[in-house]
């Protein structure tokens, strides 16, 4: 057997596998830990672009979908769509003749960083060197790299030294020093050259050289598919309740280091499950389109696409909300876009005061920080509600199942559950 086939197989194996785990206990309530668990575990890739990770995670979603009963509106539950991605399968190898790097302990491999085989002397400039000099002025023969140290930087000179980073990385390999957490993300784009962000603590002493091993690949027009599920209004409505969450996350870097992304947004994955389950039984008198966007940490690119094509006209739209970051709570949610909904929002807190719920609802304004951007854009009304705890691991690899405390789940399925039933 080919190492193709092996691997299709492993995958249908896989899907049955998690839909027997996901609906086993079929009668019962969704078992959202469950769900959010086998949605970060090795076999989905971080849901990203590396092994198809993304596209795993779609199918597990739209079988899910349909063993629930949300009905089809696309084919097979799916809108696809295409970017471009610069991702990292393989090798990940960063050395010195003193230490090894981890990845995504000790480094990161900037998302623009082109792939790189072979030894570099490191040419270090002090900061203020670098943001006096010009471009045209720095010469650095073929295996020479760029070595600047931003640890205890303000942030302001922190920010001056970055832009003038990012400028020079089309034209230089670099490795930066960080005291920073590492924290990763996802480009469209690639750059020429390779870039590296390193922890100031990976080195025991600062090396003159360093090894690099790293293949990147650059997919030209990645599809990527969004998942959209129906639930019709207990009686016929024109008007429909928009709920939706991320299920991308930012996959591998290298063949051995994933991304599991629990927090951000296994876990809203997972309300939205609920929610769906939940809704079938007892329908509202709005229809529910919920809605599993692909594409979000490259930049929206799920939700922009749907917003611009989308399957419902948006005038029949009656709110969005939109669900990213939902596995704490312990302080609480912050809701984005309160500020333009008042009346919603304040049916929110009402809801929450009346039920003893949450311990707090924090308003905040507009922000392009998840799905529910362009909709707001199109005059949607929506809102992006994240719970607010002690978890701080965001993009990196220890936002993992175990690190979730789900400390106000139960309290804001059943907060959302009445505000969509009291929504007028
Ligand atoms: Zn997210």
Redesign the pocket.
Known sequence: MNSWLNYAVDMQTILLLSLFLSFSSWGQEFNYRNYTDQLCSPGFQGRGYVNAGDSIAGEFIAQNFKAIGLLPITENYFQPFEFSVNTFPGDMLVYTDQDTLRPGIDFLVAPTSSGVHGKFLLIQFSCSKLLSIKQQDIRLTENEALLIDLSGLSSDTLSLVKKKLNELALFFPILELSDKKLTWSVSQDVNKYPYLIISKEAFKKLPTEIHLDIDQKHLESHVAKNVIGFCPAKRKAKKTLLISA?YD?LGRMGRDTYFP?AN??AS?TAMLLYLAEQLLAKPLKYNVLFVAFAG??IGLLGSKYMSLHPPLPLEDLRFMLNL??MGSGEDGITVVNSTLFPKEFDLLKSINAKKKLLKEIKPRGPAAN?DHWYFTQAGVPAFFIYTMGPNKHYHDIDDRYEALSFAAFDELNNLLFRFLKSIK
């Open positions: 991320h996350h992304g951000d947004n809203g979000e940490e990213d970051i998840s």
